[in-house]
């Protein structure tokens, strides 16, 4: 199982940086390769809500289930895809004092199996350690707008 973690600090506190990640509304807006993000049933959030996913790859559109398989109200949200794009991502909050948070981005996969797959594990690790990056950063920046800070945490 590949696995990657980055941590950074967000000029929100941790209410405001979870609420903005817990609405799925905004997933798309953050979330690397995600072009839809819709509830598949009557929940849509929290613990063992399943949505609908969209995922732009290269040239292609798969579609996707992800659940939310952890999840603890200002603490964390861990976010399971599975079919043909399979991993977790998981994003835990973390007060850091004078309206600020820690962002600490998880993501596990598997990596590719087979002679051709072993063959390409390291640009599978780079492509995504590169999404979480990307996923992250984005992240940190929308939860800063949403919040109306910059990234010093000033108000903008």
């Known amino acids: 199982?590949?696995?990657i973690k980055y941590?950074?600090?967000?000029?929100?506190?941790?209410?405001?940086?979870?609420?903005?990640?817990d609405n799925h509304l905004f997933v798309p807006d953050w979330m690397f390769g995600v072009a839809e993000f819709e509830p598949a049933g009557d929940v849509d959030r929290g613990l063992g809500a399943v949505y609908d996913t969209t995922a732009k790859v290269a040239l292609w559109?798969?579609?996707?289930a992800c659940e939310?398989?952890?999840y603890r109200r200002?603490?964390?949200?861990?976010?399971?895809l599975r079919g043909r794009l399979s991993g977790t991502?998981?994003?835990?909050?973390?007060?850091?004092g004078y309206g600020r948070s820690v962002l600490t981005s998880e993501a596990e996969y598997a990596p590719p199996r087979g002679v051709l797959?072993?063959?390409?594990?390291g640009l599978v690790d780079s492509a995504v350690r590169k999404a979480l990056r990307r996923?992250?950063?984005q992240l940190r920046r929308e939860i800063e707008e949403f919040h109306g800070t910059d990234l010093v945490g000033r108000i903008a």
């Open 1 to 3: 199982m590949g696995h």
């Open 7 to 21: 941590a950074s600090d967000v000029g929100a506190p941790v209410e405001v940086a979870f609420s903005y990640t």
């Open 61 to 64: 559109h798969l579609g996707t």
């Open 68 to 70: 939310i398989t952890e």
């Open 74 to 80: 200002n603490v964390v949200i861990g976010y399971t």
């Open 89 to 96: 991502l998981t994003l835990r909050f973390d007060p850091l």
């Open 117 to 121: 797959g072993r063959l390409c594990s």
């Open 135 to 137: 996923t992250e950063s």
